[in-house]
Nanobody
Framework: QVQLAESGGGLVQPGGSLRLSCAASRPGFSILAMGWYRQAPGKQRELVATISSSGNTDYADSVKGRFTISRDNAKNTVYLQMNSLKPEDTAVYYC???????WGWGKGTLVTVSS
């Protein structure tokens, strides 16, 4: 079973930055599109960023221009650089395949944006 381990979350002030990481524990990662999802309290989980196996990226309108997704296939890791964070970015962030989550979910990493 694929294990996904997200890390890098924390408490940050509005306007701040964080970099999230997600390590996948199985080979084959490099041929799949990956995405970052988030789930805010009381809301459904949503896809916010996608990166294809070749590095093409796409973003939800709510994060476009502020978030950057990247990947290191040698390390089976996908990253999410988050800048200009807003309180509405507060959520648990997860990674999974994209555009549909095809693997079991990891524990996620909590991002809290608050002054």
């Amino acid at each position: 079973q694929v294990q996904l381990a997200e890390s890098g979350g924390g408490l940050v002030q509005p306007g701040g930055s964080l970099r999230l990481s997600c390590a996948a524990s199985r080979p084959g990662f490099s041929i799949l599109a990956m995405g970052w999802y988030r789930q805010a309290p009381g809301k459904q989980r949503e896809l916010v960023a996608t990166i294809s196996s070749s590095g093409n990226t796409d973003y939800a309108d709510s994060v476009k221009g502020r978030f950057t997704i990247s990947r290191d296939n040698a390390k089976n890791t996908v990253y999410l650089q988050m800048n200009s964070l807003k309180p509405e970015d507060t959520a648990v962030y997860y990674c999974n395949t994209s555009p549909q989550p095809g693997w079991g979910w990891g524990k996620g990493t909590l991002v809290t944006v608050s002054s």
